[in-house]
């Protein structure tokens, strides 16, 4: 005889009990928000702006280390053949 079991067995009455209404969660803080909103509030929104802020400069930095390396590598086997 096999008995079939199910997982979520008590998480199916629970949801047929309560309604879920849409909604979204915020990236920052993970609060629930409106479908039409981004974030909960003005604070969520400047850490990620400062977040993106600081990647582009941590990005631009990179670059510039790189290019400064690949010219200094370029000099040194031109002036030193």
């Known amino acids: 005889m096999s008995k079939k079991s199910y997982k979520f067995d008590k998480l199916k ?17 993970n609060r629930m928000v409106d479908p039409g909103e981004e974030y909960c509030s003005e604070e ?29 590598i370029l000099i040194l086997t031109l002036v030193l053949q």
């Open 13 to 29: 009455d629970t949801e047929t009990s309560s309604t879920v209404y849409p909604h979204k969660h915020c990236p920052v803080c």
């Open 44 to 72: 969520c929104q400047d850490v990620v702006k400062k977040r993106d802020k600081k990647g582009k400069i941590r990005t631009f930095i990179m670059i510039g280390v790189a290019v400064v390396a690949m010219a200094t």
